[in-house]
């Protein structure tokens, strides 16, 4: 599997309120997105960052999601150019599921 994270400096009027709204009116967009796994939507607890985990089938899945279309749009919407890191993940272990996914 293969791990995105993106992260966003906010402007200090955007409010946690708002990116609660922000964040449930782009969530439906991400299901059935061949290869993502899971997306998580979160922001520090100062509200002064955001940051989206990707967790992804393999990296060829991310690379053909995360077009230029793709980033202007995540760029216009928090009005901050995201700071991207990836990771390898070989294990993770799920409590809900109560089961290790191994790639």
Known sequence: M?????????????????MDKLFSEVARRYIGVPG??????????DGSQVIGVYLW?????????????????VTQRWGATPVKTEWTVPVVADGALGKLVMD
Do not use: I, N
């Open 2 to 18: 293969f791990c995105v994270t993106w992260t966003y400096r906010t402007p200090p009027s955007l409010t946690r309120p708002a």
């Open 36 to 45: 993502l796994v899971r997306k998580y939507f979160g922001y520090s607890e």
């Open 57 to 73: 089938k393999d990296k060829s899945a991310a690379a053909d999601f995360y077009t230029a279309e793709w980033l202007a749009d």
